[in-house]
T-cell receptor
Framework: GAVVSQHPSRVICKSGTSVKIECRSL??????MFWYRQFPKQSLMLMAT?????????EQGVEKDKFLINHASLTLSTLTVTSAHPEDSSFYIC??????????????FGPGTRLTVL | AQSVAQPEDQVNVAEGNPLTVKCTYS??????LFWYVQYPNRGLQFLLK??????LVKGSYGFEAEFNKSQTSFHLKKPSALVSDSALYFC?????????????FGQGTELSVKP
């Protein structure tokens, strides 16, 4: 089956630093990747849709300068949390959609990255 | 606008009993519906989906879901619950093509199966 990985799985950083999270589709090509944020025992909140070779589309209320997304290849998207603060502490999950079939193809989810900002 | 509601924050079931996790949806047009499960500190795992066809959809780990158009529901069911089924369950609907087909999730239901 399709596998999506995230790295790192867990990161602890000091306030004011930037953190980069990688999302990779391991055995398929993904023109579109999605980045979600999840608070404890709550639903997933879509932050942005990342399209290979173009700018990400951010959901309303998500700061694009705060959460930088780069989708440089068909297998890799990165989320950089810039100047992180404690309120950015959360569980970040990515998903990837297979290349063929367009918008109706299945999304496969990564295992998530736990970010803790001290 | 598309939306999904899971009316129960938590469902408690005894092992061996049937379980139901409820989901209702609101969409324009034909719904594309999904169920996912999430174990602690893990990503989402796909359970099943309804696109078209039979109203009863069978999925992974013995789960099934019944699509009911008149009640706009897509409840998740399992005939005999296992302790290992304890997890967080999400219902989702696929947004329209003009929204890139993104998934819209319900708020989640925590399932607790006790021995």
């Amino acid at each position: 089956g399709a596998v999506v990985s995230q790295h790192p799985s867990r990161v602890i950083c000091k306030s004011g630093t930037s953190v980069k999270i990688e999302c990779r589709s391991l055995d398929f090509q993904a023109t579109t990747m999605f980045w979600y944020r999840q608070f404890p025992k709550q639903s997933l909140m879509l932050m942005a849709t990342s399209n290979e070779g173009s700018k990400a589309t951010y959901e309303q209320g998500v700061e694009k300068d705060k959460f930088l997304i780069n989708h440089a290849s068909l297998t890799l998207s990165t989320l950089t949390v810039t100047s992180a603060h404690p309120e950015d502490s959360s569980f970040y999950i990515c998903s990837a959609r297979d290349l063929g079939g367009g918008a109706w193809n299945e999304q496969f989810f990564g295992p998530g990255t736990r970010l803790t900002v001290l | 606008a598309q939306s999904v509601a899971q009316p129960e924050d938590q469902v408690n079931v005894a092992e061996g009993n049937p379980l139901t996790v409820k989901c209702t949806y609101s969409v324009s047009g034909n719904p594309y519906l999904f169920w996912y499960v999430q174990y602690p500190n893990r990503g989402l795992q796909f359970l099943l989906k309804y696109i078209t066809g039979d109203n009863l959809v069978k999925g992974s780990y013995g789960f099934e879901a019944e699509f009911n158009k008149s009640q706009t529901s897509f409840h998740l069911k399992k005939p005999s619950a296992l302790v290992s089924d304890s997890a967080l369950y999400f219902c989702a609907v696929r947004a329209g093509r003009n929204q890139g087909g993104k998934l819209i999730f319900g708020q989640g239901t925590e399932l607790s199966v006790k021995p």
